[in-house]
């Protein structure tokens, strides 16, 4: 019988996972992943900017099936979880599946032959391949894309050196250099204080909406503790379990306007208390928290004492050749600019198309933005489905998120790939039904009082958070409702899936007589 073929896009997180599940699930190895860099870690190769981490718990932030005693410290730093990918991709051999430099173009559907046509480019050369797979699992995540604020007039001007975080040059030397930083979220938060501790680096970091802080601190693990989970069973799956009960069990508690608001005056008195006096006045958000990410604090807030910090809130009028303008009319001169702007998020970054003409970005634009079903799979669109796709932002691990995701899938591709069905497609009704709850649950969420990145035009539809509890989460993703799904060639399947239905029934049946049979005889 001919092989079926998968075609993973992207070699971060993600990709690797589903890759890995492929091999020890399925035991499956015909596939290829697609990579547009040079390395495997997806974000992780990118965004190598100084004090990059993660901002979950490493002990969470690692495979479920690959846990790792050795990691220095509560929070992993950029080049020790790059190198935790990297050695899981040599464990499982991953390496001869991948195509480097390489970027997906677009992929389209043949129902004739129920495979996409996939058109990718050497990023290099410029030479353009095709191939065919009949599953492809968009690994890309929903936040792939750096944003550049070409919307500040004179962007292009500037005549020193600028970069987005995610593409922050090595050989950059900072010594003795007036930096700006445009932007204080996640990432800007992260690589502040680390290129502040050189006192010959001046550095303003310009701020136009203030940010919820909480204290993350990242905790070093000791000689001693690292060997307790390399030798004592199951004390690292205990460590994890913990984190995971941390961060989900809050999340099942009632919030009303009381809790809401000792959680709001708690943060409040937390940026108040490590912030200098002279920033109080802009420091805490109008927005309730909750409405954008919430960033964890290593040291931000610390390091806005130094001297060579200085924050500026006057709002950018115009970057010059040598410098930046404020809204007050000040120039201030600068070496460096870096840019922690964030994502693109409302954009899908390759052409898709499905049946009947329907392209990826073409749904989302037609649902006001990024949409499928439970996040996964998407209308019109056979044997495709995303990982991380819209709605799947959690307050907890985004691997879990992935995991969860990926044995989905697993379940939807399985069929395909033995040759029991050709493809599944996502029914559109199943897809409004559960999208109608979910916007209806973030109606009446905190996501809709603040302009944020995670919201089609910064104001309209909400498409990145995931409105309820992980729980919720791998309920819905435990295995898949086929009724919600269309399936072509599935004659095969559907007589196994009824036989095995006949079975469990006559299991059961079973069961049942024997346990009939004891109470009659015992009575």
Request: proline share 6%; charged share 30%; hydrophobic share 35%.
């Given at each position: 019988m001919y092989q079926r073929r998968v075609a993973i896009i992207g070699a971060g997180v993600a990709g690797l996972t589903q890759a890995i599940a492929l091999k020890t699930k399925l035991e499956f190895h015909n596939f290829t992943i697609f990579e547009k860099g040079s390395e495997v870690g997806g974000v992780w190769r990118a965004n190598t900017y100084p004090g990059c981490s993660?901002?979950?718990?490493?002990?969470w932030y690692s495979l479920s099936t690959d846990l790792y005693p050795y990691w220095n410290k509560s929070h992993g730093l950029q080049?020790?979880?790059?190198?935790?990918?990297?050695?899981?991709s040599k464990k499982y051999n991953l390496y001869p599946h991948i195509a480097f430099n390489t970027k997906v173009l677009s992929a389209?559907?043949?129902d004739a032959k129920q495979q996409y046509t996939i058109v990718a480019e050497d990023v290099f050369s410029g030479k353009k391949t095709t191939s065919v797979a009949h599953v492809i699992i968009s690994a890309l995540g929903i936040l792939e894309a750096p944003n550049m604020p070409y919307e500040i007039p004179g962007v292009r001007k500037f005549q020193g050196a600028s970069f987005h975080s995610a593409q922050w040059p090595g050989s950059i030397d900072l010594q003795n250099k007036r930096v700006a930083v445009i932007g204080n979220a996640s990432s800007g938060a992260q690589f502040v204080p680390s290129i502040s501790e050189d006192p010959s680096v001046e550095v303003v970091n310009f701020i136009r909406t203030p940010t919820w802080f909480f204290t993350r601190p990242h905790i070093p693990y000791s000689d001693t503790v690292k060997w307790i989970f390399a030798n004592i069973p199951l004390a690292m799956r205990l460590h994890r379990a913990w984190i995971m009960f941390w961060f989900v069990a809050p999340l099942h508690l009632?919030?009303?306007?009381?809790?809401?608001?000792k959680q709001r005056d708690a943060m409040t008195k937390y940026i108040l208390d490590n912030t200098p006096d002279r920033y109080h006045s802009h420091m805490i958000p109008h927005h309730p928290p909750g409405c954008k990410r919430t960033v964890a604090d290593s040291g931000f807030l610390e390091s806005l004492h130094r001297s060579n910090v200085t924050l500026n809130f006057d709002g950018i009028a115009e970057i010059v050749e040598n410098g930046i303008i404020t809204k007050t009319g000040e120039m201030l001169p600068f070496d460096v600019i870096a840019y922690a702007t964030g994502f693109i998020g409302e954009r899908y970054p390759m052409h898709v198309?499905?049946?009947?003409?329907?392209?990826?970005?073409?749904?989302?634009?037609?649902?006001?933005?990024?949409t499928a079903y439970i996040g996964t799979a998407i209308p019109d669109t056979p044997n495709f489905y995303l990982i991380n796709g819209p709605n799947t932002g959690t307050r907890t691990s985004a691997l879990f998120i992935a995991e969860v995701q990926v044995a989905y899938i697993l379940q939807l591709i399985e069929p395909v790939l033995t040759g029991s069905a050709s493809s599944f497609t996502i029914k559109a009704t199943a897809t409004d039904t559960y999208n109608a709850k979910l916007q209806d649950q973030i109606s009446r969420s905190v996501h809709v009082h603040c302009y944020s990145w995670a919201r089609t035009n910064g104001t309209d539809k909400v498409f990145y958070p995931f409105p309820w509890p992980a729980t919720v989460w791998w309920w819905l993703l435990r295995r898949p409702n086929w009724d919600h799904y269309m399936a072509v060639g599935a004659e095969k399947w559907v007589?196994?899936?009824?036989?095995?239905?006949?079975?469990k029934v006559m299991k059961c049946s079973a069961v049942l007589m024997l346990l009939w049979s004891y109470i009659s005889g015992s009575a």
């Open positions: 993660s901002d979950v718990d490493i002990h080049p020790e979880i790059q190198a935790y990918w990297i050695e899981l389209e559907w043949d009632p919030m009303g306007d009381k809790a809401l608001q198309r499905g049946l009947n003409g329907t392209t990826v970005q073409g749904y989302y634009d037609a649902h006001g933005g990024p007589r196994a899936r009824r036989i095995e239905a006949v079975k």
